[in-house]
């Protein structure tokens, strides 16, 4: 195996490593809430189901990439 072969392979292995623990504090830092705080916030402000698209921001990249966050469709 060649030089630029094992960097390559070590940096696409510490990027793993990055975005698993990266998703891993993401997950530690979203709050607990119970049954009764969820019924509450979907009372005030309703479901994602009740948004159109067009009012949504979806973070899938950018927790998984650590990006900007996109505004439109992707």
């Known amino acids: 195996m060649e030089i630029q072969e094992l ?3 070590i940096k696409e292995s510490i990027r793993e490593v990055l975005r698993e623990e990266r998703l891993l504090l993401c997950k530690s830092l979203v709050p607990y809430i119970s049954n009764e705080e969820q019924a509450e ?5 309703g479901s994602p189901s ?3 698209a ?3 921001v979806d973070m899938t990249h950018w927790v998984k990439y650590g990006s900007q966050i996109s505004q439109g469709s992707n």
Request: aromatic letters at 14%.
């Open 7 to 9: 960097k390559a392979l």
């Open 41 to 45: 916030i979907e009372a005030e402000f």
């Open 50 to 52: 009740d948004y159109k």
């Open 54 to 56: 067009e009012e949504l």
